[in-house]
């Protein structure tokens, strides 16, 4: 079996679609993108496969990983992982509907029949929050995520505070104590502001704080950890197994969160997962993109032990009105029961795609970028 040829789908909200033809006519589907770098990573992905796969063996996933990796004197970062990311989610999809099972279990076989899934929640205003959040706990969420504040300053007033606060405090409120609930810094908040907050925040019984600073503050993640009970994680940002190596040493992190779309696909999304659970840290899988990519993640949580919850933006509750979810053929694939999604047993990634309702929405033109965001003095804010 030879790789033949590729296709690219730039289709609504933010999403990069790739299709890759083998002349045996088994197709793979994967999802490359940075979001609000999409332009950029489909040229990533158009080099990569023109200069190194088109008549390859595509069932060699793993010799194609690291000749993808090697190939440039310069590698990682965002753009070459998440265009190598969704290369490998299409090659494994081939190579499972070649051997006609599910890629998880072509990894090792699956450990859980269902995984628990958490829903983002969305807003600023305490009482909105909180009567979107209990809402979600009535259609069937156990979980639930949501940003800590939205600019926020090196150095705050004790206004801005309680008021981030106030929201954290409604949302437990609102979903009550049999739910879960994380804090997203999202490397808003500044390393001297961060432990004192991760303490404010520890009467709320949290299921993890992340990105309580920004990545390229990584040294510092153990030091926030030692200050508080709260259960530290980040990773959404990170690249690769080697971006999580020190961080798992230095014990910075009790739960990490790589995405599928940007650490070099399930290949390494697999590795990543092996590797902390040498350290005993769990992993959150990020994930708020399309179907192709929430597909490519599962592969990994159903067959690694330290996986024990995912993240989801799909309305899997709803799957007959959900808009993200018309890009599949039966929009009810994810069977999503009293907060988790069971095991999906298709072949490859376990999805098909409608590809007429893909090539008729990328007729749209998509063009997101990540908003930029100033403080009122005029200097530009975390987003």
Known sequence: ?????????????????????????????????????????????????????????????????????????????????????????????????????????????????????????????????????????????????????????????????????????????????????????????????????VQRLEQFDLMFIDQPLLPEQDESFADIAERTTVPIATGERFYSRYDFKQLLVDDGVSIIQPDVTHVGGISEMRKIASMAEAFDVAVVPHCPLGPIAFAASLQVGFCAQNVVMHEQDLDLHAPTTSQRLKVLENPETFRFEDGYVKRPTGPGLGIEIDEAHIREQAQTQVNWYNPVWHHEDGSVAEW
Not at 51 to 69: C, F, I, M, S, V
Not at 101 to 121: C, M, N
Request: glycine share 10%; charged share 25%; proline share 5%.
């Open 1 to 197: 079996m030879q790789i033949t040829d590729f296709e690219l789908f730039a289709v609504p909200p933010r999403w990069l679609l790739l299709k890759l033809e083998t002349d045996e006519g088994i197709v793979g589907w994967g999802e490359p993108i940075v979001q609000g770098r999409l332009e950029t990573v489909r040229a990533a992905v158009t080099e990569l496969i023109e200069a190194y796969l088109l008549g390859a063996d595509p069932l060699r996933t793993e010799y194609h990983w690291r000749k993808l990796y090697q190939s440039g004197y310069f590698r990682g970062g965002p753009i070459l992982m998440s265009a190598l990311a969704g290369i490998d989610h299409a090659l494994w999809d081939i190579k499972g509907r070649h051997y006609g099972a599910p890629v998880h279990e072509l990894l090792g076989g699956h450990v859980r029949d269902k995984l628990l899934v958490y829903q983002w929640l969305g807003g600023d205003d305490p009482e909105d929050v909180a009567a979107a959040a209990k809402e979600d706990r009535e259609r069937g969420y156990r979980a639930f995520k949501f940003n800590f504040a939205r600019e926020f300053r090196p150095i705050e007033t004790p206004n801005a505070v309680d008021h981030a606060v106030e929201r954290v405090a409604a949302i437990r409120d609102a979903v009550g104590d049999d739910a879960f609930v994380g804090v997203d810094f999202h490397g808003r908040v500044s390393k001297p502001m961060a432990a004192d907050l």
